[in-house]
């Protein structure tokens, strides 16, 4: 319920929305809806969900599982990830906070779903108008990062991208990045790719400074291209 007692959270009654109208195997699921009087407005809302064996974050922070993330395990994750994905996009519903925290590992399977649907968006449309801060900070989308208000899936793709590297690595990319200056900054000396050149319109954005630009003009291959490349 809302913690200033004013009846059920926003973002509870987001999630069961999608999750009634959304079956995939790759997606959490609703169970079951418990100890929810309609007629009341300040009733508590409870939803039951399948129980997983612990998220990917665990995975990655934990020594013995994450010596167990070999590249098989890692390529059926990925693939799975991908999955729930699409089949969230094709029903034209953004995430918007993908992170390692918000999969779940059933460790018996070998399945992987996605989690926490609260501040997802349903019925985007592409180029629409929405807020810019929500994607949790190490995991966020530079142009979200950069103040726009016009986005789609493709923040989304951003954020999986990284999970994906995450996996191989072992570990998040931008640890320790507590601000977002901080993280545009290392997403333009790692990532790179952040000019006009690459990303026609980027100097539109209200955050992308001339300090930024003249960052990002040095920085153009970023690491892992000059790591691969050199």
Known sequence: SDPDGDGVRRDTLREIAILRRL????LVKLIDIINFNAS????????????ASFSLWTVLTDNKLKASLDTALVKSYMYQLARGLVYLHDNAIVHRDLKPQNILVFADTGRIVIADFGISRAGFILGGSYTAGLETLWWRA????????????AVDVY????????????????RGLDTEDRMLLGQIEVLG??????????SGYQKYTHSLSEYAETRAGGKWDRELYS
């Open 23 to 26: 079956k995939h195997p790759n």
């Open 40 to 51: 009341d407005l300040k009733s508590e809302i409870k939803a039951v969900l399948e129980l």
């Open 142 to 153: 530079p142009e979200l990062l950069f103040g726009a208000q016009e986005y789609g899936p």
């Open 159 to 174: 954020s999986m991208g990284l999970i994906f590297a995450e996996m191989w690595r072992g570990d998040a990319i931008f």
């Open 193 to 202: 790719h952040m000019t006009e050149e690459f990303w026609p319109g980027i």
